[in-house]
């Protein structure tokens, strides 16, 4: 027996959902959020990508070039410091599609649990599929910057 196509609704949606525990505050994983996404960001060892994030809502999140050069990859659509950052926007997909990203910070036992979720909705090609991974570094990099306690 064969199994299923998919229907045409999963070609078009992606979902990833992250639970990322921390081993530091609450606000000092929130500091360690902001700035991976932002100037620390990378997209692999000794590979920078610093990124602009505007943290307030309307703020941009974006990739400077310099001289009016760059790419936008979303706006905040929602921010409670330290609980909540929402971005919503194309990120790094150049065609039709719209993404959510959610991050919802709480405080547990000996640290922080950080709740993550990536929704997109469009034109995904396959290679959109395979950020999970990417997020995994991305955050990654925030457990070693909160637990540290200052800056890579």
């Not at 910057?145 to 800056?151: D, P, Q, V």
Request: aromatic fraction near 8%.
């Amino acid at each position: 027996m064969s199994s299923p196509a998919p229907s045409m609704l999963d070609n078009l949606t992606l979902n990833i959902t992250q639970e990322i525990r921390v081993r530091a505050s609450l606000d000092a994983t929130f500091a360690a959020l902001l700035e991976q996404l932002g100037p620390y960001n990378e997209v692999g060892d000794d590979k920078p990508m610093p990124m602009v994030l505007e943290a307030w809502p309307g703020g941009r999140w974006f990739r400077d070039l310099g001289n009016g050069d760059g790419h936008y990859w979303g706006a905040v659509q929602a921010i409670k410091k330290p609980t909540l950052l929402e971005i919503c926007g194309p990120l790094f997909m150049s065609h039709p599609v719209a993404n959510n990203l959610q991050y919802r910070l709480s405080e547990e036992q000996g640290g922080t649990l950080i709740k993550f979720h990536h929704s997109g909705f469009g034109l995904l090609v396959e290679a959109d599929r395979n950020v999970k991974d990417g997020w995994k570094y991305i955050h990654e990099r925030v457990v070693r910057r909160a637990e540290a306690g200052r800056k890579h």
